[in-house]
């Protein structure tokens, strides 16, 4: 399991406080490779395995990750990867105009989601038979 930086976890329970968490029971499917992406995710509680490149390399993500990030690019933005729950997972759900403003609030978000992302790079470079053709942007 990739860690987040140590202040992560904290900077998502800020960001979650006052807001509706999205419940996922453990073994369901938050969204699929080739689905529309509109949303970030933050993981505030729970497990969730990315699976990428048709299960040819996975990552497990715990409290404090965040995964999605892809979507809040483009329009029209389609997931690379596959999430699901591992067990059950409470998750701060982050539209583009929810992300910006959480950014505003609490700058620090933004370097939390970088350092997430070159962690999850370099353990899925690192992964035995991993052969992915571009960056984990679920």
């Known amino acids: 399991m990739t860690s987040p930086s140590p202040g992560a976890l904290t900077t998502m329970r800020l960001l979650a406080q006052d807001r509706d968490l999205r419940t996922i029971a453990a073994g369901e499917v938050i969204f699929r490779a080739g689905e529309a992406g509109k949303s970030v995710f933050g993981i505030v509680d729970g497990e969730v395995r990315i699976d990428w490149a048709e299960g040819k390399a996975s990552e497990i993500l715990g409290p ?50 970088l350092h997430g992302l070159e962690e999850r790079l370099g353990h899925l470079n690192k992964s035995p038979g991993s052969d992915l053709s571009g960056p984990p942007q679920a």
């Open 64 to 113: 404090g990750s965040s995964f999605g990030v892809g979507a809040l690019v483009g329009a029209q933005h389609q997931r690379f990867g596959t999430a699901t729950a591992l067990r059950d997972t409470q998750l701060l759900e982050m539209n583009r105009e929810e992300f910006l403003f959480a950014l505003q609030e609490l700058p620090m978000f933004a370097l939390e989601m």
